[in-house]
């Protein structure tokens, strides 16, 4: 066999060893930085949101119909309530703004808006703790109203 050919696929094979190890150390890198962003909103959930939201995210009970003041209790934010229906850009709109900026403003809840308390960073990061803990159908679910929603804004 002539050295040419040996070469060229001893490189050949180095060549896809090395591409697939960056595309490894890539993911890797995703991963940890998904990772630390869920710890970061698993942190700010529990500091912000927690206390009526529920540190199981359970919401307050009989969250569907109104407290005698005329406010809706806090939802569920876990695969019992109804936060996976909806598109990030809804759920960080609402969670930026409150809930009558999506809802309407006759809406009313003890939920502030946390736009200037948190970073839109920060909401992102609570966001995606929350949905860390939904089973795969909902996140599925979720993702594709996600997917849809950004389509149609396209």
Not at 87 to 99: A, Y
Request: some cysteine; aromatic content about 8%.
């Amino acid at each position: 066999m002539k050295k040419a050919p040996v070469l060229f696929l001893a490189f050949s094979g180095a060549a896809a060893v090395l591409s697939l190890a960056w595309v490894w150390l890539g993911e890797r890198r995703a991963d940890e930085a998904q990772a630390a962003t869920v710890r970061l909103g698993r942190t700010l959930y529990a500091q912000r949101c927690a206390s009526c939201h529920g540190v199981k995210l359970e919401g307050q009970p009989d969250w569907k119909s109104p407290l005698p003041t005329g406010k809706m209790p806090a939802p569920p934010h876990d695969a019992s309530g109804h936060t996976w229906h909806h598109p990030d850009s809804v759920l960080f709109r609402i969670t930026r703004e409150g809930p009558a900026a999506i809802v309407g403003s006759g809406y009313k809840s003890d939920m502030p808006r946390f736009g200037g308390v948190l970073s839109d960073e920060e909401i992102r990061a609570v966001l995606a703790f929350i949905k860390s803990t939904w089973p795969e159908r909902e996140r599925a679910y979720q993702e594709e109203m996600t997917r849809r929603k950004r389509a149609q804004a396209e």
